[in-house]
């Protein structure tokens, strides 16, 4: 059986979260298809299985709606997503201008009638041209709507569209009947529920547009051309497509840098506030790593090419937030469901309402009379027959699935893109809800609190070997370690021009230390039970042990400084009542101390990263939702055991991050902008089920009761769905600070 993969589809004619349940059930029964999920936001379709990509194309097209294999290459991609918001957008427009260019003159039309008190010039011909323009309006514009309609109807998976073509064609029908039979007329009407559903997905449209403005904005910051030197200094422009690793650019000022690399020559004071949130030019000089798609300001810069394609940071930002816009989150669960069996229980309250009507006229028309002073439209003295179609009519029309399905995935979308914008990348969409939850707060100390670049200021001899020598053997061996504490020996080492010696059987013990043999002798580099001594000394810094031959040989001193913003950041996660834990491998006291300039009262020290995991299981087991501030590669299992993992971004890879969330500046301030970030996320996304759900429960009886126009009802429908997407809109202007 092959390795799962993911297939990414682009689906065109969604309107709806029943458009959305349909894509979706159809993906899933294709073979081999484990999950697949459908964001109407972005109108994609992720697959993740091993199965043929044609098979799920026929299977998405057999429900009727437009299908394509989303193209591999980002810059098409990027260039495909802008053109299908724009190209969304104007056919919405076109359809507005014909519907209400046919529309407005039969309203023109009606108004002559009602203003005279009769039909110009005969009641045939009026009730006639009534039929002609809303046929016209319905199969011209609304074609797609009333093609929609029918294809998920013989799916057995009725959408939205269904509601507005029954809605219409019911009362479409009445003027065709009134031309034979004795019953009112609703023709008129038709066009304009027509003509203001479409007006409704042309508002939201544009509205779905802004919401996805942040991730085109990503995208549209990449390069499309780039400078290359080759082996004889001749310069020649290239598209960045073509690019490859170990290729030199150059990058003059006010030039963008078309792709991830390593400054070989040059400095630049480089704006990278577009994606790391920085608002201050950073300084890059020989060897510093430049971001593709940020900007060099003041200087010329030759760039070694280190990444391309799906590779590079801002295609790796791309993909996280795409993957949390297209999650679904916990609270929309309950949506879901109510979505999937919606347009059943419309379609069967409005069959009720009519027969209701039809069998109770007399105990309706009573109900409705009590609101007549405030309704101008009620029109009690049609038949019943005629009061029992305008009442199920407006109950087709008045329901609205639709907003349900925005409510939560057009809040994911903004706010995962204003994070992107403040340098917080969302890998997981849940992780917004659980950030909303968590109660407790725990930070690895080295590189999260501190700067994670620790320098050894002090060596103390305790044997025959010189301070030369010691370093010599402890840097010989913790060359081959990853540990902050290793690079500092060996930088404190090359600083010192200290040759150092092959090490043979080395192996680095997690949280310990490293053992090696150096010239025949056995060393070993860690803290005191590593090395096997009792230490009772109380020391103010971080110190490891060398011991030689299992003679300890020296001590080494370190010193890390606290990151400007850790105890400011801590004081406001307190303030908003987010208890704070600090978890480190260094001893009590050393930690303690850290603690207590950070404002962290309580600490877990000499723990192994191992340990962290069972910590944090131990508080959820005592009921705290907790989230793991640290390293993304060396605190990897803290951060998978937590309720929320956010990892401290490492430069321009991020790919190998754990966590939900990556924070692409490293600094703590990022964790309170997480918070407000998700509060406010998740504040949207309740607002916007509230919205949609008051307005149904409301809604819905008001049209059964008749006391609602079906011209008026579709507008409301159409304003709940905006409504929905104008409040996420809203999250655009959240201060994160």
């Known amino acids: ?95 507005v201008v014909i519907a209400w260019g046919l529309t407005i003159p039969a309203m023109i039309w009606m108004l002559v009638e009602m203003a005279f008190g009769y039909a110009w010039p005969t009641e045939d011909i009026f009730h006639l041209g009534m039929i002609i323009i809303s046929s016209a309006v319905l199969f011209l514009p609304g074609k797609e709507t009333i093609k929609s309609a029918w294809q998920s109807s013989i799916h057995r998976n009725p959408n939205m569209d269904v509601l507005i073509a029954m809605g219409s064609l019911a009362a479409l029908s009445t003027g065709v009947l009134g031309l034979y039979f004795h019953l009112h007329s609703f023709a008129g009407i038709a066009g304009m529920i027509m003509a203001f559903h479409l007006t409704g997905r042309f508002i939201e449209a544009r509205a779905r547009g802004r919401s996805s403005e942040a991730i085109r904005k990503l995208m549209n910051l990449e390069a499309k051309q780039a400078t290359v030197m080759d082996g004889s200094d001749v310069e020649t422009r290239t598209d960045v497509r073509d690019l490859k690793m170990g290729q030199t650019m150059i990058v003059r000022a006010g030039e963008k840098i078309p792709t991830d690399g ?130 199920a ?29 403040n340098g917080i990348l969302i890998r997981d969409g849940g992780a917004i809800q659980r950030m909303k939850e968590v109660t407790t707060i725990m930070f690895d100390k080295t590189g999260t609190l501190t700067e994670g670049r620790p320098e050894v200021i002090k060596t103390k001899l305790t044997g025959k070997y010189s301070k030369d020598e010691l370093l010599q053997f402890a840097a010989s061996v913790e060359k081959e370690s990853t540990h902050p504490l290793a690079h500092a020996i060996v930088r404190f080492a090359e600083k010192k021009n200290i040759a150092l010696t092959s090490a043979e059987e080395v192996k680095i013990v997690s949280g310990k230390g490293a053992r090696a043999l150096v010239n025949g002798r056995e060393i070993k580099v860690g803290n005191s039970g590593f090395v096997s001594i009792d230490n009772k000394e109380k020391a103010n810094r971080t110190t490891v042990y060398v011991s030689v031959d299992n003679t300890v040989s020296g001590v080494i001193e370190f010193e890390d400084s606290e990151k400007k913003d850790s105890a400011t950041a801590i004081k406001k996660l307190k303030q908003r009542g987010i208890h704070c834990v600090m978890l480190t491998g260094d001893r009590s006291e ?100 509230f919205w949609a759900f008051i307005y149904n429960v409301i809604a819905i009886p008001l049209a059964f009761l008749g006391l609602l126009h079906p011209v008026i009802a579709e507008g409301a429908m159409a304003l709940s769905s905006i409504n929905v997407v104008w409040n996420s809109n809203r999250l655009r202007k959240t201060h994160l600070s």
């Open 1 to 95: 059986m092959g390795v799962n993969k993911y297939i990414e589809l682009t689906i065109k004619g969604m309107h709806c979260a029943g458009c959305v349940s349909t894509v979706e059930k159809a993906l899933q029964n294709v073979g081999g298809a484990k999950s697949a999920i459908v964001n109407l936001a972005l109108g994609k379709a992720t697959v993740e299985g091993n199965t043929d990509p044609t098979k799920l194309i026929e299977a998405v097209k057999a429900t009727g709606y437009g299908v394509s294999l989303v193209d591999p290459r980002e810059k098409e991609a990027t260039e495909d997503l802008s053109l299908k918001v724009e190209q969304e957008i104007s056919r919405a427009r076109k359809k």
């Open 262 to 391: 390593l400054v070989v020559n040059g400095s630049s004071a480089v704006d990278e506030s577009m994606v790391t949130g920085e608002s201050l030019p950073v300084t890059k000089n020989k060897g510093d790593e430049v971001i593709g798609g940020t900007i060099s300001t003041d200087g010329t810069l030759k760039v070694e090419v280190t990444r391309v394609g799906k590779e590079t940071f801002l295609s790796q930002v791309i993909k996280m937030v795409e993957a949390a816009q297209n999650t679904k989150v916990p609270i929309q669960v309950f949506a879901d469901k109510i979505v999937s069996v919606f347009v059943p229980i419309i379609l069967v309250s409005a069959v009720l309402t009519f027969f209701v009507w039809l069998v109770f006229p007399n105990t309706m028309k009573f109900i409705a009379e009590i609101f007549s002073p405030w309704i101008p439209w009620l029109n009690l003295s049609l038949a019943p027959t005629g009061l029992a179609l305008f009442s």
């Open 393 to 421: 009519i407006a109950v087709l029309v008045i329901a609205c699935p639709c907003a349900l399905g925005l409510a939560t995935p057009t809040a994911l979308m903004v706010g995962s893109g204003l994070g992107a914008e």
């Open 590 to 689: 050393i930690a303690e101390t850290f603690g207590e300039s950070f404002g962290i009262t309580e600490v877990h020290a000499e723990v192994l990263p191992s340990e962290k995991a069972e910590i944090i299981s131990r508080y959820q087991d005592q009921g705290e939702i907790v989230a793991m501030v640290g390293d993304g590669i060396n605190d990897a299992p803290a951060l998978t055991q937590a309720d929320v993992g956010i990892a401290l971004g490492t430069g321009t890879d991020i790919a190998m991050e754990s966590g939900d969330i990556v924070l692409v500046k490293g600094d703590l301030a990022g964790v309170v902008r997480t918070a407000v970030l998700a509060e406010a996320t998740f504040k949207k996304i309740k607002q916007n089920l």
